[in-house]
């Protein structure tokens, strides 16, 4: 008994996708002539950095002393910060650091209105061509401004994205197979970047880009950085990581929380997919990197999907039909001894990675649904802080 076509393109899809495409950029990367690094020293141009915060007063601080402690010159920085509708002290904070900031302005807006809206109304107002937009929760190194700014000499280059490195690693939940996971992502990228300028999308924490590039992003999007980065590069600029540019972020350690994140991630990805499907049919190396590293990703949860439930349907087969059914059984028993080890205080961290795994596609599939059922509205919750 052969397998369907859905079964033999899921295969596919999953082994090209995680393991074949990291694989080639790997290889590729390793036999190529090794790039000359940017300057970061001089010629330093003014920047303008953004930041959107909604009830943020947990981080602020932190974030406003890291861009304080910046070896930038202050002269150079515009710091244009968003109040979103805050009920906490995060507007106080801010007015209390205000004056330590020589060219700071504040923005506060009585009603919610969402990150995407606020970057759409901040972006404009920005001084400065290149534009640093940036989370509340990522800090900065004294250097990661120099460094980010550097790429830009180079007029192909239209945005930079920094490069995460994660605090806060807990062994209780998920932030360890979520922080690796990322370490994979960014070697992808950075590939993608070096090889072609195609990088699909900086992880939003903190990038730069020329504001030329900017279009204001359409109404209830979901995911701003990865428009921005496909606008950048649907206009003919390239798109790069850059390892030097070091920012830290405390990363999510709750399952739940960072399951609905994926959700939400996931309603954005098709978002920008229905906008940007034209860029799949290029026929370069843009195409090549958007089918290969994102499209691929985003569809292939429908494939598992079907699969699984052809594999339930066949548990009367033999062969490989009935290996593959006693498998899928394996699934719950994964999330059970998982639950009973923590309830007792043991930590299985192995477990949490086939866990962290099928909890993304799963995500995934499920943001796929919302998103053809119709989004109306991008206003979320951020993600709670130093969980």
Not at 284 to 299: G, L
Not at 349 to 357: S, T
Request: net charge positive.
């Amino acid at each position: 008994m052969g397998f369907p076509w859905f079964f033999i393109i899921g295969i596919v899809f999953l082994l090209y996708s995680y393991i074949l495409y990291p694989f080639l950029l790997k290889v590729i990367i390793q036999n190529r002539p090794k790039k000359t690094s940017f300057s970061n020293g001089h010629n330093k141009p003014p920047l303008s950095i953004i930041i959107a915060a909604h009830n943020e007063e947990k981080v602020l601080k932190d974030k406003l002393e890291s861009i304080l402690n910046s070896d930038y010159p202050e002269e150079l920085i515009e710091l244009l910060i968003g109040i979103d509708c805050s009920t906490d002290f995060s507007a106080i904070i801010l007015k209390e650091y205000q004056d330590k900031f020589s060219n700071c302005e504040l923005f506060e807006f009585d009603q919610r209105q969402g990150k995407i809206q606020i970057v759409n109304t901040l972006v404009p107002k920005a001084s400065n061509e290149l534009v640093i937009l940036t989370d509340a929760n990522v800090l900065f190194t004294p250097q990661t401004l120099t460094f980010l700014q550097a790429p830009f000499e180079d007029s192909k280059i239209g945005l930079v994205d920094t490069r995460m490195q994660h605090y806060g690693l807990k062994n209780t939940g998920i932030s360890i197979p979520e922080s690796e996971y990322i370490s994979g992502e960014v070697a992808v990228k950075d590939a993608e970047g070096q090889l072609w300028g195609a990088m699909m999308g900086p992880f939003g924490g903190c990038f730069a880009f020329r504001k030329k590039c900017f279009e204001p992003i359409p109404a209830h999007f979901l995911v701003d950085d990865f428009f921005i980065n496909m606008t950048c590069i649907k206009k003919g600029f390239q798109c790069i990581n850059q390892k030097d540019a070091l920012v830290l972020e405390d990363v999510s350690n709750d399952s739940f929380i960072e399951f609905k994140r994926k959700i939400r991630i996931s309603s954005g990805n098709f978002q920008n997919l229905k906008f940007f499907w034209k860029l799949l049919f290029k026929f370069n190396w843009v195409s090549f990197t958007f089918i290969s590293h994102k499209v691929i990703r985003w569809i292939l949860p429908t494939f598992l999907f079907f699969m699984v439930i052809y594999i339930g349907l066949n548990n009367d087969a033999s062969g490989l039909h009935q290996f593959l059914y006693y498998l899928l059984w394996l699934i719950p028993l994964v999330y059970c001894v998982d639950f009973m080890a923590r309830r007792n205080k043991v930590q299985l961290i192995w477990l949490r990675y086939p866990i962290h795994f099928i909890n993304m596609n799963v995500a995934l599939f499920i943001g796929m649904i919302r998103f053809f059922m119709g989004i109306r509205s991008s206003i979320w919750q951020p993600t709670k802080r130093h969980q």
